[in-house]
Every structure is written in C-alpha cells, then in structure tokens.
C-alpha cells in the first residue's frame, strides 16, 4: 500500500479519517497530523505510544476536522451572516483611517494602515469587515491643526524684442531661382537669398510676484477604545487633521471628544507668568499661587 493511496485510516485520537499521507502510526494506535503536531518531541521517541499521546493531549481541546459537507455549509452560513451585515451597514456611520499603530488591537494586522471604522447604530464599533467585533468609542485627543507655508514665485518678462545683424532677402533669390528654373531654381535661389545673420534680444524688465499661504499638514492624533468583550482599553495612533477631526465629531462617545486648542495653552502659560510676576512683587503668596495654578491647570 503505497503512501498516496487513498485509503483513510482513522485517528485513534480525535476521529478524523485521513489518507496514509497525514497519519502517523503510534504504539498501539493511529495519529492524525493535527493531533501529530500538538504533541512534544517525546512522540519521535521509539516506542511511543497512542497512552502516553492521549496523556500529553488531556489537557488539550482537539477540534476534529470538518467533513466536505461541514465545511460547505460553515462556507454558506459565513456568506449569509456576510450579506446581513452589509445589508445593515446604509444605516452605519463609516469612517477611513490611517492607523499608524494599534491595528493589532483592532484585528486589522494584515489591512495595511488604511482602516475603516463603522460604527452601528446602538454606538458600537468595529473595524473593515470584523462583523463581530465589539468596541465602545471612549475619547479622542488631537493637539488641533498644523500648518506649513507654502511659497510661490511666479516671474513675468515685459518688453521688445529686437534683431540685431544683416538681413537676407531669402523671399527675392526664391522668386528669382523659381521663374530661372522651376523646382531646382527655387532651392538654389533660396540658398542664395538666404543671407540673414543676426541675434535676437529683448529689452525690457522681469517682475516677479511672490505668494505665501498657509497650508494644513496631516498630524497625530490619539483614538481610546474599550473592547466590549473583554472591557480592555486601547488606544490607537491616527493620522488626523480637520476634516478628519469633524467627521470625528459626528461618531458616538462614551466621552466627550477632548481637542485641546493651542490658544487655550497660550492663554493658561499666560496667566501663570502674571501670576508669578505678582509672587515676585509681594502682591500673591506662594501658598495663592499653587492654589491659583491648580485652578487654572485643572480648567
């Protein structure tokens, strides 16, 4: 009986039949390659046997292979609950995503690092086609938008342009050479008349007009989650900006989006050096100023 007969043995282990290829002969018994490969290297020892296999895979869950049938209608069910879930998703809120870390978290490792986000209507979450993933949108934090001035020169040349040198009369030896000598004349006669030389200069002035505007560059953003299935947070790096921080905006929070301004730092920095002028003057203990300070940090 050769080796790619297509004769099934059974697994003495967990049931599967399969041909001689993908079993394995034990002392006393026979071993599928599934249930093969869950044990340690004693298995290549002489002598092992199918006792000591089943001790090492006690404690092991062996999930018997599928038949042809089982596996056609898991095929079948999984392309139904696929439907279903598309059906329902005109309804969902979506959003594409540049995650620069985190997609592991969010089982989208082999996606690349462009997502999309869905949200269902309930307010939960889940990611591409991760139907059965459950996340709650907690909060986000982004530093708000950051801008790069872009320079444009454009330059314009006004003027005259002259023809300095002798002028030949290639339009007369033409003329000449055709009542000569039809065909041959004429390029004989425009060799000859062809006896202008000169260069060609302009005489005027260039102007040129310079631009500046301020143009949105993409930033980093922090988006918070919470697994609904094991209540874990997460967090993932995003690439973000304003349109991205808007359409952020209309998604469903456990909290409030938190967008710190960058004027709102400015004016806090400002009060604590005024603060800290008056310390200096005698006007405010230090004792006022850290309470002052709390204050204004904590707002």
Wanted: proline share 2%; hydrophobic share 30%.
């Amino acid at each position: 009986m050769g080796l790619f007969s297509k004769e099934k043995f059974k697994c003495d282990i967990c049931g599967a039949e399969k041909t001689k290829l993908f079993t394995f002969k034990v002392e006393g018994g026979m071993l599928c390659n599934d249930c093969f490969d869950k044990l340690g290297k004693e298995k290549y020892q002489k002598g092992f046997s199918l006792e000591q296999a089943k001790k090492q895979l006690s404690g092991i869950e062996i999930v018997p292979e599928l038949s042809k049938e089982e596996k056609k209608a898991q095929k079948e069910k999984l392309k139904e609950e696929t439907a279903h879930f598309h059906s329902l998703e005109k309804d969902y809120m979506k959003l594409k995503l540049t995650v620069n870390s985190g997609k592991d978290q969010i089982n989208c490792n082999g996606w690349g690092s462009n997502v999309i986000m869905w949200q269902r209507t309930d307010g939960s979450i889940y990611f591409n086609t991760n139907f059965h993933d459950n996340f709650s949108l907690i909060r986000y934090e982004w530093d708000g938008p950051e801008y790069e001035i872009v320079t444009n020169t454009i330059t314009k040349q006004k003027g005259k342009k002259t023809k300095k040198g002798k002028s030949g009369r290639m339009t007369a030896g033409a003329l000449v050479g055709t009542a000569l000598m039809p065909g041959v004349g004429t390029i004989v006669g425009a060799a000859i008349g062809a006896g202008g030389k000169g260069k060609e200069k302009t005489k005027g002035t260039e102007t040129s007009d310079t631009t500046q505007k301020q143009v949105e560059v993409p930033s980093k953003a922090m988006v918070y989650l919470r697994d609904n299935t094991s209540s874990k947070e997460i967090s993932l790096i995003i690439t973000c900006d304003s349109s991205i921080d808007m359409e952020l905006k209309r998604f469903k929070f456990a909290e409030e989006p938190q967008s710190i301004d960058a004027s709102d730092i400015q004016k806090t920095a400002e009060a604590l050096k005024s603060l800290k002028e008056l310390v200096d003057l005698g006007v405010l203990t230090q004792e006022e100023f850290d309470s002052k300070k709390a204050e204004l940090l904590n707002n």
